[in-house]
C-alpha cells in the first residue's frame, strides 16, 4: 500500500534558520514524489517534483530510496516560506494518483 | 485565467440533507479530480475523470455520493444523505492531459451539523 509520513504538524523556525520538512513513503514500486504547498488563504499548489530536480523558491528535496524519504530543505527561511506543505506520491502515474500525507505546518518567525 | 472555479465556498446543512458542489476547470482541461480533505488531513482522491468518462472512483462512497460530468466540462459532486463524518473540505482540480500536473481550486467547506 502506498502511504506518506510527515512526522511534524508544526515546525517552527526564526527567519534566516535552516529548514527541513520531513517525509518518508512507503510504496513497493518506484515512486514519483512531490511537495506542494498552500499559502494563508491561497489554494494547494505545486511547489516541486523529484523528477524535475529544480530547486524552487530556494527549497530542494532528494529522493532518498534506501530511507525511503523525500525531505524539503531551505537553508534560509522566510517569512513568506509560512505556509501549509503536503508531501505527496504517485506510483509511476504522473499526477493521476496523488496520496498526500497529512501535513506540516512551517511557521518563520522574525 | 480564472483557474478552476468552485461553488459554494462554504456549506452548512444537517444531517440526512442533501448536498451538491460544483466545480468549472480551466479550460482545456480533460482530466478533473475531486478529492476530499478532512480536518488534520491531506486530500484524498474521491474520483478522475477523463472527459465526461469515470476512469476512477474506487474510492467514492457509493452508497451516498455521486458525481457527473455530462459534456466533459463542469463536474457536480453531490452527497445523499449527508452525514456528520461527511464535514470536511472538497477540492476539484483539473490537468490538461491523464498525467499532467494538477491545479487546485479554492475548495468547498461543508459542515454537517
Known amino acids: 500500500a502506498q502511504r506518506v509520513t510527515q512526522p511534524e504538524k508544526l515546525l517552527s523556525v526564526f527567519k534566516g534558520a535552516p529548514v527541513e520538512l520531513k517525509c518518508n513513503y512507503s510504496y513497493s514500486g518506484s515512486p514519483e514524489l512531490f511537495w506542494y504547498v498552500q499559502y494563508s488563504r491561497q489554494r494547494l499548489q505545486l511547489l516541486l517534483r523529484?523528477?524535475s530536480r529544480e530547486s524552487i523558491k530556494g527549497f530542494t528535496a532528494d529522493l532518498n530510496k534506501g530511507e525511503t524519504s523525500f525531505h524539503l530543505k531551505k537553508p534560509f527561511a522566510q517569512e513568506e516560506d509560512s505556509a501549509m506543505y503536503y508531501c505527496a506520491l504517485s506510483g509511476n502515474t504522473g499526477f493521476q494518483k496523488l496520496v498526500f500525507g497529512t501535513g506540516t505546518r512551517l511557521l518563520v518567525s522574525p | 485565467e480564472a483557474g478552476v472555479v468552485q461553488s459554494p465556498r462554504y456549506k452548512i446543512i444537517e444531517k440526512k440533507q442533501p448536498v451538491a458542489f460544483w466545480c468549472n476547470p480551466i479550460s482545456g482541461h480533460n482530466t478533473l479530480y475531486w478529492y476530499r480533505q478532512n480536518l488534520g488531513q491531506g486530500p484524498e482522491l474521491l474520483i478522475r475523470?477523463?472527459?465526461?468518462?469515470?476512469?476512477?472512483d474506487s474510492q467514492l462512497p457509493k452508497d451516498r455520493f455521486s458525481a457527473e460530468r455530462l459534456k466533459g466540462v463542469d463536474s457536480t459532486l453531490k452527497i445523499q444523505p449527508a452525514e456528520l463524518g461527511d464535514s470536511a473540505v472538497y477540492l476539484c482540480?483539473?490537468?490538461?492531459?491523464?498525467?499532467?500536473?494538477?491545479?487546485f481550486g479554492e475548495g468547498s467547506r461543508l459542515t454537517v451539523l
Open positions: 475523470y477523463e472527459n465526461e468518462e469515470a476512469v476512477d
Open positions: 482540480a483539473s490537468s490538461a492531459k491523464p498525467t499532467g500536473e494538477l491545479f
Open positions: 523529484h523528477i
